[in-house]
Every structure is written in C-alpha cells, then in structure tokens.
C-alpha cells in the first residue's frame, strides 16, 4: 500500500508549509516521486485544473462542457478541465482552446476563485477604492479585474510574499501560490480552519467621512444607428478624403451629444468587409470607394468613433451583419481575405446579393471569429446584429443551402429544413452571448429583429414571418436571457392596426420574462411631412415611456441621416422637447449591480466644484452632476471621465461616479454659496 506523503524535503520552513500540507493531507496536492514538492516552479492551467477539480468537490455545476479543440478525451487532465469549465472557475479562449500547457498568472487564480465560488455575490467590492492603499502595485491591476481584486482581497484568499504589499497579478503563479490560494477559498467557505501568516493580505474598507446622498433620474436609452452601407449615412460617399471623413464622423458624434443621445449603433461589417483595421476582412468599399483598400491617409474609424464618444458620454456598439456578403453584384469586386473569395461554395447567388450559408461551419466560425476579435481588440460598450439572418424572401426561389441540408441530414440530423436553419441561427446567437460574457463580461449584447415576429402575434397583426422566412426566433433569444436587450423595428406609423406600434411594443415587453431590456426601433427615415410627420415620433417616443410597457427603457433611430438634415425638423424636436435634459443609459442588473465608490476629495472654490481624478485602475467612465430643489435632485450633467470640475450657480449638488456598466455610486453632496 502506497500512501500520499504529507510533508515534503523541499518545503520545510517554506512560507506555505502548513497550507501545503494541509492540502496534502486532503489529497488536494502532491509532490513529485522523489519526495520533493518543488513549491517555487510555476503551475500549467491543467495542473491548475486538477487541484482545483480535487479542492472545490461540493461546488455544483453551473453550465454545460462544450469541449475544447486542444483537448482529446484521453488527455491526462480531460476530465478536471471539463469539472472546473462546468463549476465556473475557468473558460477556454474564444478559438475554443483551453491551452493547456500555459502558464497560469497569479492574477488568473484569484479571479478563477472569486468566480467559481460566487464570492461577488456575498461580498462587495468596496476595497476598490483603496486597493492603491494595498497594493503598491495596484496600477497593473487590469480594469475588467479590479473588483474582483476587491472582492477577493476582502474575502482574505490573496496571500504575497515576500511583500503582502505586492499584488504581483501579471507573474506566473507558484505551487507554493496555488496552496496558499486554494486553501484560504476553503477557509473562506468554512471548511478548514485558519492557518496564522505573515503573508496574508488584509484591509478593512474605509468609510470615507463625508455627507452623501443616493440620487437617480429617469434612465434611458438614446441610439441612433449609423448606416455605413451604401454610404447611408457615413461616410457621406465613398472616395473622401481622411480629413473629410473624419470631418463628418466627428460632425455626426457632436451632434448626438449635443442632442443628448448616450448610443451609437456603428455599423462595422455590412457585407463580410470591415470599417476597421482587420487580419480577417478587408476594408470596406463603402471607405474609399474599393473593397480592400484602407484609408489614405490611415484611420481607423471605429477606433477614432470610440474615442471621441468616450469624450461625450456617448455608448459605441459595433453593429454587425453575421451572414450578407454583398449587397449588389452590380456593386464593385470583392478582395481577400473576403469570404466570398476564400470560401466562394458557400457564398450564395440571392437576387442580386451574395449571402452566406448559416448551416456552413466555416460561415459560422467567420461570424463568430470576426466579432470576437472586435470584442478584444475595440473597448466597444455593446455588439449589435441587426434583422438579417437568412436574407429577406425573393418571390418563387428557395435559399440554395441544399447541399449543407443533405450532410446535416445524412451525419444523423433529424431537425427539419426550418427548424433546422432556426437552430443554425440560435446557435450562433448562443455561442456570442457566451464568448462575450466570458471575454468581456461589461460588454452588452443586442439584437434589432424585425418587428413582428409572427403574424398574430399579438392578436390581430399582419406581416412578414421573421420565425418563418428569416429564421429568426428572437423570442427565444429573449426568453432565454441570452441577449441583454432587444431592439424590435416597428417601422410603422400608430394609426396602422394591422402592425399596431403599441401593440407590437407590448407584446414584446409581455413576453420577456427574463427581464430584459426593450428598446424600440424606429424609422425617421421616412419622415416626409405627409404620411409620416414630426408628430407620429414624438407619439411613438410617447408610447415607449409609458409606464405600462414594463422594461421598454429607450428608443434606436434609423438612421442618422434623418438627424443630421433635420428632415422635418427631428433634431429640433430632439433637443427641443423629448430629448431636452440629459439621462444616462438604464444599468443592467444581470450584468453587475455594484456601484463603483464615491468621488473622492469634493470641494469648491469661487463657485467651481473639483474632485479627485479617476485612478487609471478605475472602472469610471463618467460622472453625474445633480442639484438639489427643496426634496428633489435633478440631474443636471453628465461629465466624461477625464473632467473633473463643474462651474456652478449657488445651491446644493451631488456629485456621483459612474462606470461602463452606468451604475452610478451615492452622490457625495456639497453646498455652494
């Protein structure tokens, strides 16, 4: 009989003997055959895997294992991988892979613990504001991780040494560093006592000693999308010069500040090309007027749309087309590396377009890689599809994807033609909602179908069938919780009872039983004083804020160009009356509830209010200026991150912090004479 040694030659007098032992006596760990346990040589993410599969045995699972594509089954540590993907402590990459032989950061560990055991959902990340005071070297802490830091360091897992001052997120994480970890989680779930060190990091939050006041106003979602497709709305036409281009995308955001808007929806891949620097697509022909062809000289309109609406308080969602690869044949010639070209057996003929085949893996690993590398690579706040899935109906013709069909069909599939180009549709949806959860967990996720979703449904509505000819089931997407908001396209006038505006905005606010956010879509494209008139807006916009339609937090414009001529006077009526005080986007509690801490160092000083800057490891992305009027606060500003003064009238103020999710902190309160 062979027993697990429960001390090792290597590690006495080590700063983690007793948790190393600890977990030795649990079976957690082992050492090496000679008797050694090598408690300073760095950790794999599958050596990792497998002590955590051994340590955190009672967490239930919280997902299904999709496998990994770098893990066979008889991998070593295939069965600890899959354990710990399905509890929740790690995720693989967005290429599907876990890479297992990597090694794990110290910063990885914490935040793989904090995850699996829902440490955030008992524990506030309240030390967020003082972790400068913890850690020396809080400023490499990255942003996305900054209160789970918090969190973890309030919960007593992290332990440093030499120096308890000394985070170290970004080094690779010891044996040593993995016992001390691993074994404080299970202190903190109460399953092993405490062991003393002098290398356990500890901070008590403190309260700051200063009057505030919780605050809110009206939140709401204010977008526009902005059509790049056949020049519709930027750039004004294809071939302008970089200066003029930039000219009028700047013109563009400044208008929607000075409207009050707080989103713009920034269509980026209109047909399988790119409106930004990209490895997988080509540039958009709608830029210089050929497909493949950069800007000259270079820009990056994304990059520069993101920037400049950070400086106004402006949400940027990169809007996308997962399935179209050209809108007219007519239309200029593809380049590589378009999909058309690199794939053109599953680039089909529709009308006078080419689209893509849903069913074909290669379309779908497309989709999914172009918008993931969009995700890492852009600090984007949303990623938004609009309604075209499989394309619009062509009188008398049938999608040609045959051929997908049959190999479905003769690999075993028994799903039918329709059912099966849905789940096609579903499972993209799916795998975007999770790889942008797992990659940026503050990034939202939108869909914008068209507006009816089936006729009679509700009672008495006629149209086209998205669940039918577009394949779309975005009731299930909703009902699912797997987007975090929907935008339906009610395109038509109130007066029309056969596709009734309130109608179709209550049915989908009734059938969102996830809570979800619903923002309507609504066309001033086709305001022309006759039929559609400046009026049947401000109603819709009227219908939309009724309180009866529960969660129906905002409005989509299509499209800006409509706001940029003032057709009918819209911009006017924007800033006039309906948009006529500023608001912030609605927060989203599934996402994250915790409010970020309070400005810090508020005073005045001949009228001007000042407060401490944002840390650069702070998650603000903006601030919010109230006033008192005897029991009521009004929001009067909203301020970009990097302002940090207000020139005021006398009265009594508040000042909070926002972050990139718009929660909103307490607002610490002054008064000005």
Known sequence: MVLTPTSFSDIQNHWTQGFIEALAKRNIVTGLPNGTYRPDNSVTRAEYAVILSKAFVKIPKKR??????????????????????????????????????????????ILSLVSGLDIGLKIKPELVNILSQIYQDASQIPTYALNQIAIATAAGLVTSHPNVKLLNPTLASTRADVAAFIYQALVYLGEAPKIPSNYLVSATPKTPPVATVRVSHNREFRGAWLACVWNNDFPSKAGLSTAQQKAELMAIITQLQKLNFNALILQVRPEGDAFYQSKLEPWSQWISGTQGKPPAPFYDPLELAISECRKRNIEVHAWFNPYRAKTSMKQGVLARPHIGITNPDVVYEWGNQL????????????????????????????????????????????????????????????????????????????????????????????????????????????????FNVLYADAKKWLEEGWIDYIAPQLYWRTDQPKQSYPALLKWWTEINSKQRHIYAGNNIGQLDGKAWKNEEITKQIAISRHPMNNLSLGNIFFSMNSIIENRQGIADTFQGTIYNRPALAPTMSWRNATSP????????????????????????????????????WTLQRVLSRGTNFATVEPGTYAVCAVDRMANESLGVTITVN
């Open 64 to 109: 299904q294992y999709k496998p990994f594509l770098d893990i066979p089954q008889n991998y070593w540590a295939a069965s600890a991988i899959q354990t710990v993907q399905e509890k929740g402590f790690l995720n693989g990459f967005p290429d599907n892979r876990f890479r297992p032989e990597n090694r794990i950061s110290r910063l990885e560990i």
């Open 597 to 632: 801490p309070i400005p810090t160092g508020l005073q005045v000083s001949n009228r001007r209010l000042n407060w401490q800057p944002a840390a650069n490891n702070q998650d603000i992305r903006s601030w919010t200026l109230y006033r008192r009027s005897g029991d009521t």
């Open 355 to 466: 689209w893509m085949d849903p069913g074909a893996k290669v379309v779908q690993d497309r989709a999914y890689n172009v918008i993931m590398d969009v995700l890492q690579r852009y600090d984007v706040d949303g990623i938004h599809l609009d309604d075209y899935f499989y394309p619009y109906p062509i009188e008398g013709k049938s999608f040609p994807d045959g051929k997908t069909y049959t190999a479905y069909r003769n690999a075993g599939g028994t799903l039918s033609l329709g059912d099966w180009r849905r789940e096609n549709v579903n499972q993209m949806v799916l795998r975007l909602s999770q790889g942008i959860k797992a990659v940026k967990p503050h990034v939202k996720f939108g869909i914008s179908p068209f507006g009816i979703y089936r006729p009679g449904q509700p009672p008495g509505i006629i149209g086209l069938d998205a």
